[in-house]
C-alpha cells in the first residue's frame, strides 16, 4: 500500500517542481516586454507531460504599476491559453520564446493619472494627433485647417478627463506661425465591435469644465479602429477610470 501511494503522489510532486521552473522564465520574458512592473504574479496550470512538451494550457498573470511602450497601466489580469514554448531551450539556460500566436483574456484597470502620463509616450500621442488631424478636416472645425496647416500642427499641455461614460480631451494647437488655439472635444464613446469604438454627440467647449458646447455633429459615429487582433467585450468609463474586458492576440 505505501508504494502505491508514492507512486501516485509523484506525477503531483513532479508537476509543482516543473511549475516551479516555468514561473521564473515566463516572468523574466514578462519582465523583458515592459519597461517596468511594480508587481507581478503568475500561476501556471497544466500536467507534467504537456509542461514536458512545451505546451502551457493555462497561464494567470496579475500586474500592477505596469508601463508598457510607455503606456501606463494601473491594473491588469490576463489568461493565457493554448500557449506553446520553447522549453527544450530554457532548460538550456536560453530566454524563454512564444511559439505560436496565443489568444489572452484580460481585464483592464486604468485611471486617469496614467492615462494622462501615457500621453507622453508616441504610441497615444501618435493616435491623439491623427484624431485631432481629422477632426480638424471636418467642416465644423472651420478655420483651423486653412492650407492644410493641421499637418504641422504642434500638439500641447495634452490632458483627458474621464467622466461617466465620456472623455474629455484638451490641449493648446500650435501652428507653423506660432498663433495658439485652444482645443476642448467631450465625447461619448460606445463599443461598436470587437475592435471599434464609436464617437457619440462630441462637442467643441469653450473649457474643461464647460457643461455645453459647439456639436461637432460630422464627427458622431466616428470610428475608432483598434485593430483586428482586439476583441472587447466590455467598456466601461466612470469619474477618473476606464474598466475593460476582451481579448487580444499576442504574436510571437
Known sequence: MPLE??????????SRIIGSFLSPAVGLWLRSQVEKVDQLEIEIEGGDRQLLTGHIPQVLISAQGVIYQGLHLSRIDLTGSGIRVNLGQVIKGKPLRLLEVVPVWGELLLREAELNASLQAP???????????????????TGLAENG????LNLQNLKILI?????????????????????VIRTGLQLVS???????HPQWL??????????????HGFLIDLGSEVDIQ??????????CQGKINVIP
Open 149 to 152: 496647416e493641421e499637418q504641422s
Open 234 to 243: 466590455t467598456l466601461t468609463l466612470e469619474s477618473g477610470q476606464l474598466f
Open 206 to 219: 469653450p473649457h474643461a469644465q464647460a457643461k455645453r458646447g459647439l456639436p461637432l455633429t460630422d464627427l
Open 163 to 183: 467622466g461617466a461614460d465620456q472623455l474629455t480631451l484638451s490641449a493648446n494647437l500650435v501652428s507653423v506661425s506660432g498663433e495658439t488655439t485652444l482645443l
Open 123 to 141: 504610441l497615444l500621442a501618435n493616435a491623439v494627433t491623427e484624431f485631432v488631424v481629422n477632426l480638424l478636416r471636418s467642416s465644423d472645425a
Open 5 to 14: 501511494q508514492d507512486k501516485n503522489s509523484a506525477p503531483a510532486k513532479q
Open 194 to 200: 470587437g475592435h471599434e469604438l464609436q464617437m457619440t
